[in-house]
């Protein structure tokens, strides 16, 4: 993970962060040998390749070599049963990992409303509900949240291993939560942003430093 509002929010939510640089992908069994858990990021567009189709008009940068690490990480935490956030970019790595699909741009995508918002200050801008018993739902103590937006991608066909819990009212998915093993959540929007504001935002952190402190 990386990013100073992310290792804040971790810190606010009574862990310790350990930052990880993008190095080679033949590191990710090194950093789970030294972490209770893994914290996936926002940041660039997921290369397409990774499942199965091509650039399509409206794909912003991407970047491989993180791809490959992230994906590397991922794996590593996952077949060991660590607890595992993804945040934004972090949800749609989760969901390819798995076998799942995104859309490469939601403007091309009939029927959404805006989901990249020009204020950057992380204030909510739309609704999100909650399956009631989700982990999310319960973290937060209501199924009724507002988050902030700032994404272009988004999660199309979720697969098999992962189930949604999370979606905005023009139906996009907002949120997922893993089938079996340790806790793996992933949000798309960025609490990392809010939290300071709207403290109710700390709760992914909270569930995943809560899950790490149980498991260690």
């Known amino acids: 993970m990386t990013g100073r509002n992310y290792a804040q929010a971790v810190v606010a939510a009574g862990g310790l962060p350990l930052l ?39 794909l912003g940068r991407v970047d491989g070599q993180r791809d490959a690490f992230e994906l590397a990480l991922y794996r590593a935490f996952r077949v060991a049963g660590r607890p595992i956030l993804g945040v934004c970019r972090g949800i749609q790595l989760i969901n390819v990992a798995e076998g799942g699909t995104l859309h490469q741009h939601l403007p091309d ?42 994404h272009h991608q988004g999660l199309d066909a ?12 023009d139906g996009l998915i907002e949120a997922v939560e893993g089938i079996g093993g340790g806790l793996l959540v992933g949000v798309q929007w960025h609490p990392e942003m809010s939290w300071r504001d709207h403290p109710s935002s700390l709760a992914p952190f909270r569930l995943l430093v809560e899950a790490a402190r149980s498991a260690a």
């Open 20 to 58: 990880a640089p993008t190095v080679d992908a033949a590191l990710a069994p090194a950093y789970l040998a030294r972490a209770d858990a893994l914290l996936l990021t926002g940041g660039v567009d997921v290369d397409p390749a990774h499942f199965g189709e091509p650039p399509r008009p409206g």
């Open 109 to 150: 995508v009939a029927g959404l409303f805006q989901h990249r918002q020009v204020d950057l200050g992380g204030a909510p801008s739309h609704a999100v509900q909650l399956e009631r018993r989700s982990r999310l739902a319960m973290a937060y103590g209501t199924t009724d949240i507002r988050v902030n937006s700032y």
């Open 158 to 169: 979720v697969p098999d291993g992962l189930r949604a819990v999370g979606s905005s009212g």
